[in-house]
């Protein structure tokens, strides 16, 4: 399918690579306009050029940390004034494994800041615009680890369980408006994040990498990682027209990982 996005217009957090790159592409390739955002101005751009040279499409960007509420404003409202707002994707996120009493509190509230405060944020500054216009998507990337609990990343899964408890909220208090809010929870996703994410929890559990890796691989029925290009096709659906009636759910991308 093509142009299931056409005149619309998505803000994607985090989309200088990884998940939020991939729905960028994904979105473009279907026609939307874009609003990326990341922390990195350089690399921000060059994914932006890529993006407007591959498909063609217009593409506007923001680089801020979505942690900062006074710099989320400001990029809310330079977004509205140049493309307003239809599709808000929360894709911003980070990582960091510790055992529990290891955590210091900064760097607990590190991973709240980024991964459920920046969704706070940017959802509740672009609200009212799409609010006012009466239709619009909310899409919150999540994680399986906010379905359950694991060794070693409770930072990391409180914030995605919250994540999820939020989309949940948000879709009974925005259903009236025709404000949809779903989330998409993925396993591990073949990214950097995913590399760090494994390269932490081998050094934790005092075996190699590789060993590592290959034992989470086999616990999962299709034996491999996410593709990037999986999720962001996911995205795609719920921002379309085809998911009019898919409202407050968290969609699991897994493999069958939470079967097991």
């Known amino acids: ?45 060059a994914a932006a050029q890529t993006l407007a040279t591959t498909y063609g499409v217009d593409v506007d960007v923001h680089a801020c940390d979505v942690s900062d509420r006074a710099a989320v404003d400001a990029m809310i409202a330079a977004f509205e004034r140049t493309s307003p707002l239809d599709i808000v994707v929360n894709n911003a996120g980070i990582h960091k494994s510790a055992a529990f009493l290891d955590y210091t509190p900064e760097d607990f509230r590190k ?46 899964n409180a914030s995605k369980h919250a994540v999820v408890g939020l989309t949940r909220c948000l879709a009974l208090e925005m ?61 795609v659906f719920l921002a379309s027209d085809e998911s009019s009636y898919i409202n407050g759910q968290s969609w699991s991308v897994d493999g069958g990982y939470t079967m097991t």
């Open 1 to 45: 399918m093509v142009d299931r996005l056409k005149d619309k217009t998505a803000l994607i957090t985090g989309a200088s690579r990884g998940i939020g790159y991939a729905i960028a592409a994904a979105y473009a390739a279907e026609g939307a306009r874009l609003a990326l955002n990341a922390r990195e101005p350089r690399r921000l751009d």
């Open 111 to 156: 991973i709240l800041d980024v991964n459920i405060y920046s969704v706070f944020h940017v959802t509740q500054a672009a609200l009212p615009h799409l609010i006012a216009r009466g239709t619009g998507r909310v899409i919150n990337i999540a994680s399986s680890a906010g379905k359950w609990g694991s060794r070693n990343q409770s930072a990391y």
């Open 175 to 235: 259903a009236p408006h025709n404000v949809l809010v779903n989330a998409i929870c993925p396993w591990i996703v073949d990214t950097d994040l995913a590399d760090s994410f494994m390269r932490e929890h081998a050094a934790a559990a005092g075996v190699p990498q590789a060993e590592f890796e290959q034992a989470i691989k086999n616990s999962v029925p299709l034996k491999r990682w996410i593709k990037p290009e999986e999720v962001a096709s996911l995205a």
